[in-house]
């Protein structure tokens, strides 16, 4: 079991104009499930190739529970990592591909065998252990490279996209299989994805990243509920979160296009006058007779999903969805009434994109 904190941690990459890891402090607990999640080139790789040992930093430290880390070899760091293109020795087993680091590390036979035995089992892969790769599924081979990480009984995990080279109904059950093997060893895990599903279902706690900086931390439902910033607003959530103009004039939240929304006055009054983006989730619309609801307009596009329905339609020129029951909602074309609650908002400044 292990702690990992990461104090000031930086990292500019030799001719690169900017810094890719600007002054990162974190800590993990011991048996925590940490999601970093953000978009496409904001640092997570490079982030967790730092913890792991792959890339050097070139600022701040990296502590595994007691013992300051960076400067020391890969396999001194007690961690273990599971890559998106597992990379399997084709020409071994499932059972010489898992045991591969223990027998480097000249762990006595008996004890090896004994570990891989254990984490085949965890991982129902008993079966498979004679194989070679190529006569494993897609899912099978990573669930080897998870018992690669598994046997060497490490203090953190390390996971990078370990999915995203699976289709979509085997990604989801992977991460099924993900989460309840954390729950079962209960190990300490960093696990990065740009994948917001994936960061919201697995984390203990998200940790979103933009341009190499903590945008925000906290359990996914904190953070869906209230995202500190328009980018964690828009980026946690699909159907992404509604993002309209807005201005709080004489107590009431003006939303163009003819709708205002009632706030209480302890709201409104330090918000008077100042030019703000108002987020609404999709289902936080509710259809609403004509002469109380707040948005009127025309549904464009209707999509069918069973369980919802998603219905798309143009707010003071800005392109919406509402999250409605398939039974209450209306066909294309037809006119669209939706009620709004104001505690199911969330307003940013319209100039810095932080909450207000
Ligand atoms: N070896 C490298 N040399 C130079 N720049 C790099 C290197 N690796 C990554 N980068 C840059 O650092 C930034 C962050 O990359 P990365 O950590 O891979 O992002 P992510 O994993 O979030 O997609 C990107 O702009 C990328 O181009
Ligand atoms: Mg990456």
């Keep these: 079991m292990a702690q990992v904190r990461l104090v000031d941690l930086g990292k500019t990459y030799d001719g690169a104009s ?6 990162l402090d974190l800590e993990v607990a011991d048996g925590e499930f940490l999601v970093l999640v953000g978009p496409s080139g904001c640092g997570k790789s490079t982030t967790l190739r730092m913890i792991a040992g792959l890339e050097e930093p070139t600022a701040g430290e990296i502590w595994i529970s007691d013992r300051r880390v960076d400067g020391l070899e890969p396999r001194e760091r007690d961690i273990a990592m599971v890559f998106q293109n597992y ?66 009984e490490p203090g953190v995990f390390l996971f990078d996209e370990p999915l995203s080279n699976l289709d ?4 989801g059950q992977m991460r099924t299989e993900i989460r309840r ?52 607003a828009g980026f946690l959530g699909s159907p992404q979160m509604n993002m309209l103009s807005g201005e709080v004039r004489q107590g009431a939240l003006d939303l163009g296009g003819g709708s205002q929304l009632a706030l209480s ?15 609404i989730r999709p289902e936080a619309f509710r259809l609403a007779a004509p002469e109380v609801a707040v948005i009127h307009g025309r549904a464009e596009m209707v999509e069918l999903l069973g369980a919802t329905s ?7 020129g ?11 909602a209306p066909r294309a074309g037809q006119p669209l009434h939706l009620g709004l609650s104001p505690d199911r908002i969330s307003l940013f400044d319209a100039d810095s994109g932080r909450a207000v």
């Design 168 to 171: 979509a109904q085997l990604r």
């Design 181 to 232: 093997l954390h729950d079962r060893l209960s190990a300490t895990t960093v696990y990065v994805t740009h994948d917001q599903v994936e960061a919201m279902t697995l984390a203990d706690r998200v940790v979103v990243l933009k341009d190499g900086r903590i945008e925000q931390q906290g359990s996914p439902q904190e953070l869906y509920d209230r995202p500190a910033t328009r980018f964690v």
């Design 318 to 328: 800005q392109a919406c969805t509402a999250l409605l029951e398939p039974s209450e």
């Design 310 to 316: 998603l219905v798309h339609f143009v707010h003071a």
């Design 87 to 152: 990379a399997l020795y084709p020409h071994m087993t499932v059972a010489q591909n898992m045991s591969f680091g223990l027998r480097l590390a000249k762990v006595p036979k008996a004890e090896i065998r004994q570990r891989v035995e254990t984490a085949a089992e965890t991982l129902g892969l008993r079966d498979y252990l004679n194989r070679h790769p190529k006569a494993l599924s897609g899912g099978q081979r990573q669930r080897v490279a998870m018992g690669r990480a598994i046997v060497r």
């Design 265 to 279: 006055a302890d709201r409104a009054a330090p918000l008077e006058g100042r030019k703000l983006d108002v987020g």
């Design 18 to 23: 900017a810094n890719t890891i600007k002054g």
